[in-house]
């Protein structure tokens, strides 16, 4: 994603920002929990994995992505562009 500072971005690359780091963000979230889901089936299943970890481990980055995404919507409010 990109990490220049929101107050040096225009309005346009606010929206697009938001709206991409949004998707990727969903999509990655969709995807820990089909993970977490896997694992949890897998662990029934066969017994302990390693792939329960997974999910876990990548979180924080869904979490990083939706605090961007809650500055961008600040910056914007500030512009009075939401």
Given at each position: ?82
């Amino acid at each position: 994603m990109n990490n220049r500072p929101l107050n040096g971005m225009t309005i346009e690359e606010l929206h697009n920002n938001r709206k991409n780091t949004l998707v990727v963000t969903w999509m990655l979230t969709i995807m820990l929990f089909i993970l977490l889901g896997m694992g949890i089936y897998t662990s029934i299943a066969k017994g302990f994995s390693a792939l329960m970890a997974i999910p876990f481990a990548l979180s924080p980055i869904a979490i990083l992505n939706f605090k961007r995404i809650k500055e961008i919507n600040e910056e914007l409010k500030i512009r009075g562009a939401q």
